[in-house]
C-alpha cells in the first residue's frame, strides 16, 4: 500500500538529480544536432517563421501587430494567429546576449538555448512529481523517460523554437498544482496554466475542459473541494482575459477560430458566474450541482454557437479552401491523427502513454485516501491527453510528458522483479520487454531496416527530400543581388527564403493565409501557360523549387502535366530565366520574363 509523502517542492538533492539528468541530455542533443545547429538547419518550417517573427518584433513592428507582411504582400499580408508570449524568451535572451556576442550570435544561442531551458523546466515538474510522491530512483526514471521520448524530444530540442515545448510545461504545471496542499492556491495555478495554454495554443481546450471535468468530480466526490473547480475557472477566466489584453490588445475585437477571443472570454466568465453562484448554495442535492454543471457547460456552448457557430463545428480550420485542405491539410502529417502515422511514430505516441494509463490505475488501486483520489485524476486527465492524441498526433508530447511519472514507478517495478529472478533466459527476455518500453519504436525499426528496400518511382537515389535538404541559405548571396520581389515557391521553403533575403513569398503553410495558398497550389497544378497569367496578374518576380522536395513531387504525382510537374522533369518554360546561383543548393531558381503588350494597331 502506497501511502501519501508529498515531499519539499524543490529539495537541493532533487534538483542536482534533475540538472545532471538533464546535463547529459544537452549534451547529446547538442551532439546530435550539431550540423543542423551550424548550418541553421531547422526542424519545421514554423521554427522559421517564428524567428521571422522575433525578428520583425525586435525590429519595430507592433507588439499588438502579428502580420507577416511579406506573404500574400499584394493583398497587405497575413495575419498570423501565434501568440506573442512564446516570443517573449527567445527576444529576451537575444537582447541580453547581443552586447556581448553580437547579434548573429545571440540570436543562435537563444534558439539553441530557450528549447532546452523549456526541456529543462519540463523535466523538472515531470520529476517533481514522482519526487514528492513516490521517491528518489522514480525521480531519476522519469527523467530517463523523458530523456528517451522521441516525441517529446523533438518538441524540445535545439532549434525548435515554436509553441509546443510550452504546451508541454503548461500541462505538466497544471497537474504539479492537483499536488497542492492549499485548495486555493493549487486551483488558481491549475487555472492560471491553462489560461496561458489556451493563450499559446488554442488546441489545448479539449484537455483543458477534461481538467476542469475532473476537478468537477472532486467536487461531486467531496463538497468540500469544490473550490478546486470554482477557484479554477475563476483563474482561467481572469488570467485569459489578461492575457488577452496583454497580447491582443482592444484594437482586433474579430472572432477567430484559432485563439482565444472575445467569445472563448465570454464562455470562461459564464463558467466562472454560474459554479460561483452554485458554490455558494451548497450543501445542495446533487441534481442541483448536476444542473449547474450542465447550465454551466451547456451555456458557454451556446454561446459559441450562437456567436461563432463555424468555430463550434469546424474549429481553425473549418475556413478552408477545399483545394487547401486537400492537397495541404490533408498531408500535415503531424496534425492527423495516429493511424496516418508511419508505424514507428504511432508506436512512439502510443505505447508509453498507454502503459502509463496502466501504470496510473494500478498506482490508484494500491494508495488509499488522498493519494488514492490524486492518483485516481491523474489516470483520467492522461487517458483524455492519450486520446487527443489519437485524434492529432502532435498533442502526443503533452501525453508522453504526462506519461513519464507513472511510467517512472512501472519501470522500477520492473527492474525490483527482474532483480529477483534466477534463470537468465528469463531475466535477458524481461530486460528486452523493459528496452521496448522505453524505447517503442525500435523494434519495428529493426524490422524496417531488415527488410528489401523498395525502389522509388524515380529510382533508389531519386526519393524525395525534407525542406531542410534543400539548402536555401546557401544561395543568400545570389538572392541579395536580385531586384527584390514576390518569389513563387513550394510552402515548406517559402519561410526560408523570407529569413535568408528580404524578397517577398506568395505564401506559406498557415492556414490564415489559404486563398494565397489555393493561388500557389493551383498553380503548380495547372498548366504552365495559366501559371504565367496568374504570376503576371500578382506581379510576381521569380519562382524558386527544389526539384527532389517532396511537396514538388506531390504537385508533380497530381498533375503531370502541370507547371511544377514541368519543373520537377527540367523542362523549363520559355518564359522564366534561370538564375545562376553558383554553388550546389538544390534550389532552382529563375526570374520570370515581363509580359510584353502587343503593339498598338494603326
Given at each position: 500500500m502506497l501511502i501519501e509523502r508529498r515531499r519539499k517542492a524543490f529539495a537541493g538533492e532533487f534538483l542536482i538529480r534533475v540538472t545532471i539528468a538533464w546535463g547529459v541530455v544537452c549534451a547529446l542533443l547538442l551532439l546530435v544536432n550539431w550540423s543542423a545547429i551550424s548550418t541553421l538547419r531547422f526542424p519545421d518550417p514554423d521554427d522559421t517563421l517564428r524567428l521571422i517573427q522575433v525578428r520583425d518584433l525586435m525590429a519595430g513592428q507592433g507588439w499588438f501587430d502579428t502580420s507577416q507582411y511579406r506573404i500574400d504582400a499584394a493583398n497587405g499580408g497575413v495575419l498570423m494567429h501565434w501568440s506573442r508570449l512564446v516570443d517573449v524568451p527567445l527576444a529576451l535572451v537575444i537582447l541580453l546576449l547581443t552586447p556581448f556576442l553580437g547579434s548573429a550570435d545571440a540570436e543562435l544561442s537563444a534558439l539553441v538555448a530557450v528549447p532546452l531551458i523549456t526541456l529543462f523546466i519540463a523535466m523538472l515538474l515531470a520529476a517533481r512529481i514522482a519526487?514528492?510522491?513516490?521517491?528518489?530512483?522514480?525521480?531519476?526514471?522519469?527523467?530517463?523517460?523523458?530523456?528517451?521520448?522521441?516525441?517529446?524530444?523533438?518538441?524540445?530540442?535545439?532549434?525548435r523554437i515554436d509553441h509546443h515545448g510550452w504546451q508541454v510545461v503548461c500541462a505538466l504545471v497544471a497537474v504539479n498544482a492537483l499536488m497542492a496542499r492549499s485548495a486555493v492556491v493549487g486551483a488558481r495555478v491549475v487555472g492560471a496554466s491553462l489560461a496561458t495554454w489556451l493563450s499559446i495554443s488554442i488546441e489545448g481546450l479539449p484537455l483543458a475542459a477534461a481538467i476542469l471535468g475532473v476537478l468537477a468530480l472532486r467536487w461531486l466526490r467531496a463538497r468540500n473541494e469544490r473550490v478546486w473547480l470554482v477557484a479554477a475557472i475563476q483563474s482561467l477566466a481572469v488570467t485569459s482575459a489578461a492575457l488577452f489584453l496583454l497580447t491582443r490588445g482592444l484594437s482586433d475585437l474579430a472572432v477567430y477560430c484559432d485563439a482565444v477571443g472575445p467569445v472563448h472570454l465570454g464562455m470562461f466568465a459564464w463558467g466562472?458566474?454560474?459554479?460561483?453562484?452554485?458554490?455558494?448554495?451548497?450543501?445542495?442535492?446533487?441534481?442541483?450541482?448536476?444542473?449547474?454543471?450542465?447550465?454551466?457547460?451547456?451555456?458557454?456552448?451556446?454561446?459559441?454557437?450562437?456567436?461563432?457557430?463555424?468555430?463550434?463545428?469546424?474549429?481553425?480550420?473549418?475556413?478552408?479552401?477545399?483545394?487547401?485542405?486537400?492537397?495541404?491539410?490533408?498531408?500535415v502529417l503531424e496534425g492527423m491523427p495516429i493511424w496516418r502515422q508511419s508505424l514507428t511514430n504511432a508506436l512512439q505516441y502510443a505505447v508509453t502513454p498507454v502503459i502509463a494509463l496502466i501504470a496510473a490505475i494500478n498506482l490508484a488501486s494500491r494508495s488509499h485516501d488522498w493519494l488514492r483520489r490524486f492518483w485516481s485524476d491523474y489516470a483520467m486527465i492522461l487517458g483524455a491527453a492519450f486520446l487527443v492524441a489519437i485524434f492529432v498526433s502532435r498533442a502526443g508530447a503533452?501525453?508522453?510528458?504526462?506519461?513519464?511519472?507513472?511510467?517512472?514507478?512501472?519501470?522500477?517495478?520492473?527492474?525490483?522483479?527482474?532483480?529477483?529472478?534466477?534463470?537468465?533466459?528469463?531475466?535477458?527476455?524481461?530486460?528486452?520487454?523493459?528496452?521496448?518500453?522505453?524505447?517503442?519504436?525500435?523494434?519495428a525499426m529493426l524490422l524496417t531496416s531488415a527488410m528489401p528496400a523498395r525502389a522509388s518511382l524515380g529510382g533508389a537515389g531519386d526519393a524525395p527530400v525534407k525542406a531542410v535538404d534543400c539548402r536555401v541559405q546557401d544561395a543568400r548571396a545570389t538572392l541579395a543581388a536580385l531586384p527584390t520581389g514576390e518569389i513563387y515557391a513550394p510552402l515548406d521553403i517559402a519561410p526560408e527564403l523570407l529569413l535568408v533575403s528580404d524578397h517577398s513569398v506568395l505564401a506559406t503553410g498557415h492556414h490564415r493565409g489559404h486563398e494565397a495558398m489555393k493561388v500557389l497550389i493551383e498553380t503548380a497544378i495547372g498548366p504552365a501557360d495559366e501559371a504565367r497569367q496568374a504570376l503576371a496578374a500578382r506581379g510576381t518576380a521569380y519562382v524558386a523549387l527544389c526539384p527532389h522536395l517532396g511537396e514538388a513531387r506531390m504537385y508533380a504525382k497530381i498533375a503531370p502535366d502541370g507547371f511544377a510537374a514541368q519543373l520537377v522533369r527540367g523542362e523549363v518554360p520559355s518564359w522564366l530565366d534561370p538564375v545562376e546561383i553558383g554553388v550546389p543548393t538544390g534550389l532552382e531558381l529563375y526570374r520570370i520574363k515581363p509580359v510584353r503588350s502587343p503593339l498598338p494597331h494603326h
Open positions: 519526487w514528492r510522491l513516490m521517491g528518489d530512483e522514480e525521480a531519476t526514471l522519469t527523467s530517463l523517460v523523458i530523456a528517451l521520448s522521441v516525441p517529446l524530444l523533438f518538441q524540445l530540442g535545439p532549434l466562472a458566474l454560474v459554479l460561483t453562484a452554485v458554490s455558494r448554495v451548497e450543501p445542495a442535492p446533487r441534481g442541483i450541482i448536476l444542473g449547474g454543471f450542465a447550465l454551466a457547460g451547456g451555456g458557454a456552448l451556446g454561446l459559441m454557437f450562437l456567436a461563432a457557430p463555424n468555430c463550434a463545428t469546424g474549429g481553425g480550420f473549418a475556413a478552408l479552401d477545399p483545394v487547401v485542405a486537400r492537397y495541404w491539410h490533408a498531408n503533452v501525453a508522453c510528458a504526462l506519461a513519464a511519472p507513472p511510467l517512472a514507478w512501472q519501470l522500477r517495478e520492473w527492474l525490483r522483479s527482474i532483480r529477483t529472478m534466477k534463470r537468465p533466459a528469463p531475466r535477458m527476455a524481461a530486460m528486452v520487454g523493459v528496452c521496448c518500453a522505453l524505447l517503442p519504436a525500435f523494434p
